[in-house]
């Protein structure tokens, strides 16, 4: 079984700073590697995806993610961030079938 | 936008009454899925199909039932409401499994009175 572990719950960041959210997983096999945004009253939508090749994923919206197999983690990054950026985070892994997400990070972009 | 409907979007119910909530797709995607969104616990799996007629269980699928009698749609019935099921619901489509991006519906607010 996999799990994901995502150790910040709420991040608050003043607009224009860089930010990282943290990504945590726990496999006994390969696994693919997901960042999910959720908007407020929206479901989610995906950032960025790592399957293979370059450890280094960008995404949409300025957002990269770097996959780090031996600490095991997918901690996602933006240098950046803006108003918009505001939103509920996911991670998510999935080696098989089933897709296993995180408990979510909140960004909070202070103005 | 992925082509997935969910509803009703909002429903207030009773304990032990039944619940059936519809997800409804425009992409053909072979497989579709049901999660539940709690505060603290992220998105957890109830059911989830792989084809018409075909479809497996969750983590957290007591309580709940599914079924697929067209591509296009994939029911979610919760036989008798409980409190605890109380929760906003997701529907998912994709079109493969493994490594398959998944595509979300707008979700379905539940509270179970």
């Known amino acids: 079984a996999q799990s994901v572990t995502q150790l910040d719950s709420q991040v608050p960041v003043f607009e224009e700073a860089p930010v990282e959210l943290r990504c945590n997983y726990s496999s006994s096999v390969s696994v693919y590697l997901f960042w999910y945004v959720q908007y407020p009253n929206q479901g989610l939508q995906l950032l960025l995806k790592?399957?293979?090749?370059?450890?280094l994923v960008k995404g949409i919206n300025g957002f990269e993610a770097e996959f780090n197999k031996s600490q095991t983690s997918f901690h996602l990054r933006k240098p950046s961030v803006h108003i918009s950026d505001t939103a509920e985070y996911f991670c998510?892994?999935?080696?098989?079938?089933?897709?296993?997400f995180g408990t979510g990070t909140k960004l909070q972009v202070i103005p | 936008d992925a082509g997935i409907t969910q509803s009703p979007r909002h429903k207030v119910t009773e304990t032990g009454t039944p619940v059936t909530l519809r997800c409804h797709q425009t992409e053909n995607h072979r497989y579709m899925y049901w999660y539940r969104q709690d505060p603290g616990h992220g998105l957890r799996l109830i059911h989830y199909?792989?084809?018409?007629?075909?479809?497996d269980k969750g983590e957290v699928s007591d309580g709940y039932s599914v079924s697929r009698s067209k591509t296009e749609d994939f029911l979610l019935t919760l036989e008798s409401a409980t409190s605890s099921q109380t929760s906003v619901y997701f529907c998912?489509?994709?079109?493969?499994?493994?490594?398959?991006?998944?595509?979300f519906g707008p979700g379905t607010r539940l509270l179970v009175l």
């Open positions: 790592y399957l293979s090749g370059s450890t």
């Open positions: 998510a892994v999935s080696p098989y079938q089933k897709v296993t």
């Open positions: 199909s792989y084809g018409v007629k075909d479809t």
């Open positions: 998912a489509i994709s079109e493969v499994t493994t490594g398959e991006t998944q595509y």
